[in-house]
């Protein structure tokens, strides 16, 4: 069944509204039903629909056009294994949601909670997303004033529990641990100019040819491995390139890296290595490039800190009852009923009562959400 376009105005954080387009025909559902349960906490459907809703939107403005498809035909789509697209996000956005009432559970292990500025200001924000609705756009998105309110408590509780749960590792980390090896390198691709002007891969013949082509030009440097690198460049139509990189590099070719890896000291070269795609020549520039790693030292201690909101919230949910209805979970289909957002003109933070919660650098799956309200 097909409806006119309709605008919603859906809400991506505390005070902060997004606009969205609706087209379908959405099912009734009893907000008050059961979807899950978290250790004998209920999940009522109103609140899964409308979480729902909001990372439906997120998918159907930004991922639908990456991946190359419409909206309408998105969540229809096996893109992976035998079961349609929105099965499988479905099954995520619920995990997310059970994941939240996990994090609040254990919120007050962290001090985290929710103060009576938070409630004034997300009772404010929830007022305001009501206005901004017709009430049939309200009733498919299940985006009644106490929905909409414990969604915010729990998205800020999240927000505020993600920075909590990746506090504390072990921030030392050693030159060694993170050191990052620096080299310039040449790459001279097996390929050639088809009669139509598209490149081909060269016959076994080209290839041997172009290798003791490329490994002549590089010996004919006579010990500059600087200058030689250059004229190899220059005599094959490549660059010279430079990167950085460790032992467990694996780009561009896990073979060069070995070889580059294995040098021992600032002027080496690697022999000519023949990959399936072409040659490289590499000559090592740094055996410790300071900028490179120094940034390697931050992603090992971002890495800890995922691993340890990992293990804490994957500890949490093994240690939970979990249950699920599907039959009330598959009451919210995608296919019937999409949601699109744009931005409107936003109201300051300090209008809305709103301050920023700084958090390390992170790629929780929460992100795409946006930041919360404190």
Known sequence: MKQKMKKLVMLAAAGLLLFATMTGCGR??????????????EIHLGLANFFARFNQAQYESFYAGMMGLDPDVMWGQQLMGDEPYEVMVKESILESLQDMILMRQHAGDFDVSITDADRTAITAAAERFIAENTQGDLDVISGQQGIVEAF????????RMDVAMRAGV????????????????VFVPFMVAAEDGSSMMMSEDEMADLTADVKAAFAAGDGDVAAALESVADDFEAEVQSMTFDADSVSPDMDFIAAADALSAVGETTDVIETANGLYIGVLTSLLDREATDERKENIVESRRQEQFTDLLEGWREAAEITVNENQWARVSFERQGVAFRQPEPETEEELGIEEVEAPPNDSEYDEAGEPGE
């Open 28 to 41: 009734n559902i009893d907000v008050n039903a059961v979807v899950s349960t978290v250790d004998g906490e």
């Open 152 to 159: 915010l408590e729990l998205f800020t509780i999240q927000q």
């Open 170 to 185: 072990d921030e030392a980390v050693s030159d060694t641990e993170a050191a990052q090896k620096a080299m310039d390198f």
